[in-house]
């Protein structure tokens, strides 16, 4: 584990620790300035002493193992459940006052949050703090209670109507705040419940939802055999063509389903489609603030811990090229390095690993604004010292087929004027391997083909990184129809189960092509996909106990809808071969042992036997004050 960061060690030794009394508020209260530095950013400005906990002084507050508590439990839950835990704590530790009045927190917000924060907890055997108890601390709106989270929603429950006169279907073009995206990707939802739905992934920096709108015959859940699709905008805030673009493309799937679209009704009822319009929604606050057509390029790229969030993926590619070139050995599903964990790994980076962890993607493009262009992996170079070098991956012919895909039907990509936007890459047909443009680290698409199922593909929507508003119907125009027939790309190649013989699902089978040094594994559930061009290919799946399986499979270069190839394991006789980790016997003849994949920021397990949990270590200087309403026996 991580050794705790300086600040962290020092705030806890520091803290004392003592269980609240019960609550003994006088109504009329004296109301004071808040200058509590952990509570800086709530959405009030006066504070009452005595607290709910009895506090008298900001001294006091200051020194107690709950605010102490408070200001350092976004290390100990690995940024989970931040800002909301802080903001609710705050509302105990330092209650809001008005006109000589102390008023509660909601206790339906403290529920929910409990409900959506205790899996935390537990990751870490941590019990819940006893000053978050939603029935001593908290009320209900009936006695005036507020919303402590309510600026994280920043006015989101108000809702703006359409123009007046204009059908539901309509569509505006415009640049959207962060409020307003999530009032349409709400509202969209709302009208195609039975196909649609929205979820957050995590929260940005500041504290913004990472919202998320999917499409689906069965929203919220993993169908068999049904691909999963990701599009994700913004991801650089200053760019903001692919926001815009998903925003509308959400709508459009909505109108044209209920229209009776039925192409888009294929599309829907076959796939799983999951649009993540902003990425980086702290960054695109600080480039609307200079306004569409800044060319600056640079103001509000990245986060707001001033991270490039296309940088900031684990560097899996180095690892690739050591391990390519080694006979036998495994390339693919690279396990993140635990010396990336050292470094800042940013909030909105993190959740979009989660997510990948979550979800068994097979395809997904990152939309980028500066030039024209679709470029695929890799990003990084094979020779760390060339700027500009052809470096592909086992499955250059797929990707260049999903590049395709997007560029072959963009009437910008396709245009021959010279002095067109992009005009170095026409020779190239608009698609470019990405190290042979430019070599980077910590790229995301490369990240998504090296420790997962996923192919991803960057696009470059136009030079314009936020055009203006007038330019947005014109640019929906020309990406309208690469968008979908990118998608429909997931239908390409080969599908199927893997079973044993009874019928059970075999999940994290691995599925390999002779020729193409890359293997995917099966979803939980032993369904598969596989990207496949056009041809002959000879598929293998085998597991961990099991005999290999080898079946010879042929592509039509016509063929749209993905071709169905199950497997069926048969145990080998002699029991399961033990094989170290990542090795394999014969090239594609082997039989390697999964190694047991940690969750993405996993902790510790709690400890058997009565012993104290791994983070207790750091409150053993205490003594008799330590906070042993933290441990849960």
């Known amino acids: 584990m991580r050794p705790p960061p300086p600040l962290l060690l020092t705030m806890l030794v520091l803290a004392a620790a003592r269980p609240g009394c019960e609550p003994a508020w006088d109504p009329e209260a004296t109301c004071v300035d808040l200058q509590l530095q952990t509570c800086s950013d709530v959405t009030y400005n006066r504070t009452a002493f005595p607290t709910l906990l009895q506090h008298r002084t900001r001294a006091a507050v200051e020194s107690s193992s709950e605010y102490i508590l408070l200001s350092v439990l976004h290390h100990l839950l690995e940024g989970q459940c931040n800002p909301d835990l802080r903001l609710l704590g705050c509302a105990v530790l330092a209650p809001r006052c008005e006109g000589g009045r102390v008023r509660r927190p909601c206790r339906h917000v403290c529920g929910a949050l409990r409900e959506a924060c205790q899996p935390a907890f537990d990751a870490i055997d941590m019990a819940w703090p006893y000053f978050l108890d939603c029935g001593r601390y908290f009320s209900g709106p009936e006695e005036g209670c507020y919303d402590p989270l309510e600026k994280l929603r920043g006015g989101l429950d108000i809702e703006e109507a359409l123009p007046s006169g204009y059908p539901p279907t309509f569509i505006q073009f415009t640049h959207h705040s962060y409020a307003q995206m999530v009032r349409v990707l709400r509202r969209t939802a709302a009208r195609c419940a039975h196909i649609s739905k929205t979820y957050s992934i995590g929260r940005s920096f500041d504290g913004r939802d990472l919202l998320v709108i999917e499409f689906s015959s069965r929203p919220g859940q993993h169908e068999l055999m049904e691909p999963e699709v990701k599009l994700i905008g913004n991801i650089h805030g200053n760019e903001v063509a692919g926001r815009e673009m998903l925003i509308y493309l959400a709508q459009y799937l909505?109108?044209?389903?209920?229209?009776?679209?039925?192409?888009?009704?294929?599309?829907?009822?076959?796939?799983?489609?999951?649009?993540?319009?902003?990425?980086?929604?702290?960054?695109?606050?600080?480039?609307?603030?200079?306004?569409?057509?800044?060319?600056?390029?640079?103001?509000?790229?990245?986060?707001?811990?001033?991270?490039?969030?296309?940088?900031?993926?684990?560097?899996?590619?180095?690892?690739?090229?050591?391990?390519?070139?080694?006979?036998?050995?495994?390339?693919?599903?690279?396990?993140?390095?635990?010396?990336?964990?050292?470094?800042?790994?940013?909030?909105?980076?993190?959740?979009?690993?989660?997510?990948?962890?979550?979800?068994?993607?097979?395809?997904?493009?990152?939309?980028?604004?500066?030039?024209?262009?679709?470029?695929?992996?890799?990003?990084?170079?094979?020779?760390?010292?060339?700027?500009?070098?052809?470096?592909?991956?086992?499955?250059?012919?797929?990707?260049?087929?999903?590049?395709?895909?997007?560029?072959?039907?963009?009437?910008?990509?396709?245009?021959?004027?010279?002095?067109?936007?992009?005009?170095?890459?026409?020779?190239?047909?608009?698609?470019?391997?990405?190290?042979?443009?430019?070599?980077?680290?910590?790229?995301?698409?490369?990240?998504?083909?090296?420790?997962?199922?996923?192919?991803?593909?960057?696009?470059?929507?136009?030079?314009?990184?936020?055009?203006?508003?007038?330019?947005?119907?014109?640019?929906?125009?020309?990406?309208?129809?690469?968008?979908?027939?990118?998608?429909?790309?997931?239908?390409?190649?080969?599908?199927?189960?893997?079973?044993?013989?009874?019928?059970?699902?075999v999940k994290n089978a691995r599925i390999l092509v002779k020729g193409i040094r890359h293997a995917i594994t099966t979803a939980p559930d032993g369904d598969y996909w596989r990207l496949l061009p056009p041809g002959a290919h000879i598929v293998i799946a085998q597991a961990p106990g099991y005999s290999r399986v080898i079946k010879k499979v042929i592509i039509p270069s016509r063929m749209k809808r993905a071709g169905r190839v199950d497997f069926i394991l048969q145990p080998l006789r002699t029991g399961p071969q033990k094989f170290l980790p990542g090795s394999r016997r014969g090239g594609l003849g082997g039989e390697p042992q999964e190694p047991d994949q940690e969750p993405l920021g996993a902790r510790r397990q709690p400890t058997t036997g009565g012993s104290k949990p791994w983070w207790w270590s750091y409150f053993t200087s205490l003594g008799q004050h330590q906070p042993r309403w933290l441990l849960k026996y």
């Open 254 to 505: 909505c109108s044209e389903y209920l229209l009776g679209n039925p192409r888009i009704q294929r599309l829907l009822n076959t796939t799983r489609i999951h649009l993540l319009p902003s990425m980086n929604p702290d960054g695109y606050e600080v480039a609307a603030a200079e306004g569409a057509g800044y060319n600056g390029w640079t103001s509000g790229r990245q986060n707001a811990q001033n991270l490039d969030l296309n940088r900031n993926f684990p560097d899996l590619t180095s690892e690739y090229y050591r391990l390519a070139s080694v006979r036998g050995v495994r390339s693919d599903h690279i396990a993140i390095p635990q010396h990336y964990w050292w470094g800042k790994v940013a909030p909105e980076t993190k959740a979009v690993m989660k997510w990948m962890r979550a979800i068994p993607f097979v395809l997904s493009a990152s939309l980028h604004g500066g030039d024209l262009v679709v470029s695929y992996p890799f990003d990084f170079s094979k020779h760390p010292q060339e700027e500009k070098m052809f470096s592909p991956t086992p499955d250059e012919k797929m990707f260049k087929l999903l590049a395709r895909a997007y560029a072959d039907v963009h009437p910008m990509m396709m245009d021959r004027s010279e002095n067109r936007c992009g005009g170095n890459f026409l020779k190239r047909g608009s698609i470019i391997n990405g190290a042979d443009w430019y070599s980077f680290t910590g790229g995301m698409s490369d990240f998504n083909y090296l420790h997962s199922n996923c192919f991803e593909i960057t696009v470059e929507l136009g030079c314009v990184k936020f055009p203006p508003e007038e330019a947005l119907y014109t640019i929906w125009q020309h990406n309208k129809e690469p968008l979908l027939n990118f998608v429909e790309m997931v239908h390409r190649g080969i599908k199927g189960m893997v079973m044993d013989k009874f019928g059970k699902p």
